[in-house]
């Protein structure tokens, strides 16, 4: 049994910054591919980000140029940078990691973006 646990969500003002942590159960090397989704009420939940095993990120276009994901393999852990925070980005945060024909995710972490 595969677990994603996120952490890291908060309450920050806007043009704060945040960092996200999903820790895995087992190692991530064996995902092809892991992600951040979030959520906000009353809406589909949107890729935010993804990196592949060989380091190649893509970025959904309200995010891009403020939002850094990354991967430690060592610690099996995945990280979303967040910078330039806008209430916009007020959501629920998921990690997503695919393996074959398999789909995990996380419990979700919340992030609000106030003043």
């Known amino acids: 049994q595969v677990q994603l646990v996120e952490s890291g969500g908060a309450l920050v003002q806007p043009g704060g910054s945040l960092r996200l942590s999903c820790v895995a159960s087992?190692?991530?090397?064996?995902?092809?591919?892991m992600a951040w989704y979030r959520q906000a009420p009353g809406t589909q939940r949107d890729l935010v980000a993804h990196?592949?095993?060989?380091?190649?990120?893509s970025y959904g276009d309200s995010v891009k140029g403020r939002f850094t994901i990354s991967r430690d393999n060592a610690k099996n852990t995945l990280y979303l940078q967040m910078n330039s925070l806008i209430p916009e980005d007020t959501a629920v945060y998921y990690c997503?990691?695919?393996?074959?024909?398999?789909?995990?995710w996380g419990q979700g972490t919340q992030v609000t973006v106030s003043s």
């Open positions: 087992t190692s991530i090397q064996r995902f092809y591919v």
């Open positions: 997503n990691a695919v393996e074959r024909a398999s789909n995990y």
């Open positions: 990196i592949t095993t060989t380091g190649t990120t």
